[in-house]
């Protein structure tokens, strides 16, 4: 099944992160259009897809984590967030297929990959 997911995982909890807001934008030379804004559930991941089969473009996308609005308030004695926003811009060459970009977060760092 073709489009586009995501979902994101605590990794210094060792569970999902729930209600973290992400956006989305499609990019276009140096212009961002921002598509849809979405939050976590408490699987960490979204209720539907961020774009169906038929919405998805060949084309570069970015998601924008609002991972320290998330961090400050898992973490009441972090002052200060290391991580604030954290984007992740890819190009989606075959809108055939499904690409799934999750994040994987801790206060101090993150890491991401295409799934499927």
């Known amino acids: 099944m073709a489009g586009l997911s995501t979902h994101v995982l605590d990794t210094s909890k060792g569970k999902p992160a729930v209600e973290l ?23 960490g991941r979204i209720d539907e897809p961020l774009l169906s089969a038929e919405s998805l473009e060949e084309s570069h996308y970015e998601l924008l984590f609002f991972a ?38 801790s206060p101090f760092g993150y890491s991401t990959y295409r799934g499927s």
Not at 23 to 39: C, G, S
């Open 21 to 43: 807001k992400i956006e989305l934008y499609k990019i276009l030379d140096i212009d961002k259009i921002l598509i849809k804004t979405v939050l976590t559930n408490e699987d």
């Open 68 to 105: 320290g609005d998330y961090l400050k308030k898992q973490n009441s004695d972090l002052k200060h967030v290391f991580l604030d926003k954290i984007p992740i811009r890819f190009f989606v060459n075959n809108k055939s297929e499904h690409y799934h970009v999750p994040l994987l977060l």
